[in-house]
Structure formats: structure tokens, C-alpha cells
């Protein structure tokens, strides 16, 4: 995290990418006393073809102008695909900004008369995972959908997060590398420098895939989680971008295990809103003669 501190986040991604590809990978003997995980930064330039000088200068941030041809065969070299490529491209175009200021991320009022109308979980949420707004299914899936929650914080740690989700392992690595993925050359943003601060400081889990500077997108996908009540859910994940917020969706197979589980837990979160409703005490009693 040193190098995102001091600007050098061009070597940070390139030092921490190289340390992930094995010699075998790029066709070098493993063979001899290899003091450094993956490769060296001298195999790298040679990889390249460019000279070691001008490699170190680029991952010390002595150089931070690369031209896309070098870019092109470092991105081969270090085995990135598509998107890794094109996070590289961006950080070697990121220019000097103007200090971020936090911008309220407002939910719109249509969107509010959405989820009350989806008959499956959904949620907003921002840029940095916080739950903006959610329906009450999707509550009932997961209370930790709740507006005011973090889902990434959640995950990293809340233990009843940790045992909702079957993969714990890879939804973490798919999240950090997503986080990564958003905040971009908006490392000054506020919400960004507090969120990877809190975490950095109280997760392990945090701090290992961050210094891997993975980078990733979650947009969609299959998830399977562990409900409490009713087990196992395989749903289907969208992301839906509504102006400056993301609207998120689950939904089952139809006819599905899953499908059934859903609405058994619907009937349950409606049962349960029904006796909470019949629960609240009447107001004072009016003793006016008709």
C-alpha cells in the first residue's frame, strides 16, 4: 500500500503482478536459489524487451510515461487479460487530480417504487459496496442488506456473512478485485480512502488480495449462498446501472430447488411483516360519545 501513498501505483500493480507469474509460466527454469516470488524484474524486462535500467525506473515510478507499446508487452509478459490490460492502460494515463470530494449517492425516487414491486431480492448499492436501499426480500435472503451496510465489510467481517456464503474463498478475492476495479484513479475519494483504511487495519483476508492488485469485474454472475431457514439458494446475480447507483437483483432458476426456496422465504417475510404490523400497539383509545 506504500506505493498507492506516495503515487507510484504504476510499479506497485506491475511489482505485484510479477510476483504472481511463475518461471514456468513464462517458459524460464525454475532451477537455483530464487530469493523473490515469481519472476525477476530483470526476466521481466528481458521478457519485454526492454532494457532492466528502464523497467526499475518504471517500478520504483521513476518513469511513469511508458509508451503503449511497452505497455502492450509488459500486459503479455505478466499474463493479464482484458481487463488487467485495460487497468494497466489507465494507470500509466492517470494525470495529477484535483483533491476528490465526496458526492451524496442518491437513490431515485422511481427506483424506490421499483423495489417495492420486484417480487425478488434486490438492492441498491454505490461505488463502494454500501447498501443504499434494498426491498424487504432482499432483507430476508441476507439482513446484512439492510441500507446502511457495507457488503464488502460485511463479507470480510461478519461470520454470519462468512457462513452465508458457500464460497467464502472466492467471493472475497471477486470482491476486493472488483473494489480495485471501481475506485480506478480515484484513490483521493473519500469513501474509498476510508473503506480500504478500516479494512487494511481489521482483515487479514483485506490486506493479502489488495497487495495482489487483482482487478476484476462483478457484474453478473451464479452465486450459491446458505440461507438459515430455508438452505441453500443457487440464484443468478445482475447489475443494473441506474445514474450514478447500481441496481442489483437476485433471482432462481424457474421451477428450481431454488425457485421454491425463494418463495417459501417471500411467504415467510410476509408472514413475518404481517404479525409485526398486528403486533403494534393501538394508538390512545377515543373516549368521544358518538
Known amino acids: 500500500m506504500k506505493d498507492e501513498e506516495s503515487g507510484n501505483r504504476l510499479g506497485g500493480y506491475l511489482r505485484a503482478r ?10 524460464i527454469p525454475s532451477g537455483g536459489n530464487r530469493r523473490v ?28 510515461n511508458p509508451s503503449p507499446q511497452v505497455l502492450a508487452s509488459l500486459a503479455r509478459v505478466l499474463r493479464l487479460d482484458d481487463v488487467e490490460r485495460t487497468y494497466l492502460l489507465g494507470l500509466a494515463a492517470a494525470r495529477p487530480r484535483a483533491p476528490g470530494r465526496m458526492r451524496p449517492e442518491h437513490v431515485p425516487a422511481r427506483v424506490h417504487e421499483l423495489l417495492a414491486q420486484l417480487p425478488i431480492p434486490a438492492f441498491v448499492e454505490g461505488r463502494a459496496f454500501d447498501v443504499l436501499a434494498s426491498n424487504p426480500l432482499a432483507v430476508a435472503l441476507s ?6 451496510h457495507n457488503r464488502l465489510r460485511s463479507l470480510l467481517l461478519d461470520p454470519e456473512e462468512q457462513a452465508f456464503q458457500q464460497d467464502w474463498t472466492k467471493a472475497t478475492a471477486d470482491f476486493v478485485a472488483a473494489l480495485r476495479t471501481t475506485v480506478g484513479d480515484d484513490t483521493d475519494n473519500p469513501r ?99
Open 143 to 148: 439482513p446484512r442488506l439492510r441500507p446502511g
Open 18 to 27: 510479477r510476483e504472481l507469474v511463475s518461471p514456468a509460466q513464462a517458459g
Open 37 to 64: 516470488p515469481g519472476l525477476r524484474r530483470e526476466e521481466v524486462a528481458l521478457l519485454a524487451g526492454i532494457s532492466p535500467d528502464y523497467y526499475l525506473r518504471l517500478e520504483r515510478g521513476r518513469d511513469k
Open 192 to 290: 474509498f480512502v476510508e473503506l480500504v483504511g478500516e479494512l487494511a487495519l481489521s482483515s487479514r483476508r483485506f490486506r493479502t488480495l489488495w497487495a495482489r492488485h487483482d482487478v476484476r469485474g462483478l457484474d453478473g454472475g451464479t452465486t450459491t449462498v446458505h440461507h438459515p431457514v430455508v438452505g441453500d439458494l443457487r440464484l443468478h446475480r445482475d447489475k443494473l446501472p441506474v445514474d450514478d447507483v447500481i441496481l442489483v437483483v437476485y433471482y432462481p432458476d424457474r421451477n428450481s430447488d431454488s425457485d421454491e426456496r425463494l418463495r417459501l422465504l417471500a411467504a415467510l417475510a410476509h408472514t413475518n411483516t404481517a404479525d409485526s404490523a398486528d403486533t403494534v400497539p393501538d394508538g390512545p383509545a377515543d373516549t368521544r360519545r358518538s
